[in-house]
């Protein structure tokens, strides 16, 4: 057997956390590249090293894709990753269908008879399954199934689902999987069966995700910006179209969070043109849903606001040409609250927590919607990857660090700060897939994707990374002499 070529990444990169080992893992088990990791999550106290949620993420890609594993242990700060050199070295880690191990077939129990991919990731903690869901979405997405095997995918992960830090389960079915959607890729439906959680005592919960059949896997670049991007100058405020709100915490702070809520979110959120609406007007829409936590230490806030934009594939990047279909961008803000329930307070208790999440949460997402963001700082990392497959120059439009004042108005000022630079997770992300594909980031949104399209193998990447140098130094050639090498 010839001796396989791995490429290395240091764990410490950047930010020197899970991120680097969900994005570098994925794209291993995608494209069958040999994958070497020291020192995982090494900027993280304690030692870092693999927890349950990494873990379960490593082993079931690994069965995905064959992977010969070393290093696969709770802890583990080195791992050796060798997708289709497992036991069966790509012989009997799949079904009848030539699918991967990791999908069953099932027919569901609703009497039609219709048959599904039953995938199953359990993390056996509180572990945040938004943050395994990282490491295994991309890939059901991007693996080409063979012939009639398409069949949907039903997608079960158990473990937390709010939890510190994590995306929640109310920001993958509110935000991450509609703003997919609006990217190009099939719409994902969502059932939470039980909540798990990391606050009042851990708890394992579990949630289904449907994913429909993608005929061609190749995903066409998008873009999530303005249709001309200024580089220094903020544009007029979109006006929100509607904001959505979740509580769960005990009922008896309930009323008191949808009194205090709905009062500041409308005086945060108006542009010029709502001081001089008609009274026919409607404010602001503003749908808050409320839920028992059952747990007096389990509080949980999540805001979410749309805003009317438009994504543009690549078939309307000319500016003569109409964009695709309008859309809208959802931004979000959201708090597990961690700190400890106040006992000498005037008021009740919760209703003092439940006000401060409010300010906290309305407060972080106004600064967001003023900078003219078309995606949350958290959204931005997790389409990092999903840049990088896609088919083309993708753009997501980061907003500005130089907001306009409060009450200015619609259109006035400007953002004189450049854009907002991208977080460490954002940054990470970049490096990984840059490392792995050649795919590059130009600090403002932009990526040039490489189009994967289900191959599989060391020697693809080789042919993109060969492809993406000649272009480079045709370019530079060209800029110095005008000289043309292809």
Avoid at 225 to 247: E, H, N, S, V, Y
Avoid at 390 to 408: D, I, M
Wanted: proline share 6%; glycine share 12%.
């Amino acid at each position: 057997m010839p001796r396989l070529r791995h490429l290395t990444l240091d764990g410490r990169t950047l930010e020197g956390g899970g991120q680097l080992l969900r994005t570098a893992i994925c794209l291993s088990a995608l494209t069958s590249t040999p994958l070497k990791i020291h020192h995982i999550r090494g900027n993280r106290s304690g030692g870092g090293g693999l927890k349950a949620q990494h873990l379960a993420s490593v082993k079931w890609l690994a069965e995905a894709c064959d992977a010969h594993v070393e290093g696969g242990e709770k802890g583990s700060t080195d791992l050796l990753f060798e997708p289709g050199q497992g036991r069966g070295r790509g012989k009997g880690v799949v079904g009848g269908d030539g699918v991967p191990a990791v999908f069953t077939k099932k027919t569901l129990p609703d009497g039609d008879g219709e048959k599904v991919w039953e995938a199953r990731l359990e993390i056996g903690t509180a572990g945040s399954t938004g943050l395994a869901l990282q490491a295994i979405l991309p890939f059901i997405l991007f693996t080409k199934l063979p012939g009639d095997a398409r069949l949907p995918v039903h997608l079960t992960l158990s473990g937390g689902t709010n939890v510190s830090g994590s995306p929640s389960y109310e920001y993958l079915s509110q935000v991450l999987l509609p703003m997919l959607k609006a990217i190009g890729l099939p719409e994902m439906k969502t059932v939470l069966h039980k909540r798990g959680w990391s606050q009042g005592g851990s708890s394992v919960g579990s949630l289904t995700i449907e994913i429909p059949t993608r005929k061609n896997v190749v995903l066409e670049a998008f873009t999530l910006a303005p249709p001309d991007l200024p580089f220094k100058t903020q544009g007029p405020l979109r006006r929100p179209r509607q904001m959505t709100a979740t509580f769960v915490a005990p009922i008896s702070c309930h009323a008191h969070l949808k009194q205090v809520f709905v009062p500041r979110a409308r005086e945060l959120f108006v542009t010029k043109s709502d001081s001089a609406i008609n009274d026919d007007d409607e404010p602001l829409p503003i749908a808050i849903r409320c839920t028992d936590s059952g747990h007096e230490k389990r509080l949980y806030l999540i805001a979410v606001l749309t805003v009317p934009t438009l994504t543009t594939t690549t078939a309307s990047l000319d500016p003569t040409s109409p964009p695709t279909s309008p859309t809208d961008s959802i931004l979000a803000s959201d708090w597990l609250y961690d700190k400890r329930i106040p006992v000498n307070s005037k008021t009740r208790p919760h209703d003092e927590v439940a006000e401060n999440m409010a300010q906290r949460v309305l407060t972080e997402l106004h600064q967001q919607w003023r900078s003219g963001a078309y995606v949350d700082e958290h959204l931005r990392d997790q389409l990092v990857i999903f840049q990088a497959l896609a088919n083309g120059r993708s753009r997501v439009h980061p907003g500005y660090k130089a907001v306009l004042p409060a009450g200015t108005g619609e259109g006035e000022g400007e953002g004189d700060g450049g854009l907002r630079e991208p977080s460490l997770h954002t940054q990470t992300a970049e490096w990984v897939v840059n490392e792995m594909l050649g795919a590059e980031f130009d600090g403002s949104g932009r990526c040039e994707g490489v189009g994967f399209d289900g191959s599989e193998g060391i020697d693809w990447v080789r042919k993109v990374k060969e492809k993406k140098r000649a272009e480079d130094v045709n370019g530079l050639c060209r800029g110095i002499d005008g000289v043309n090498m292809t």
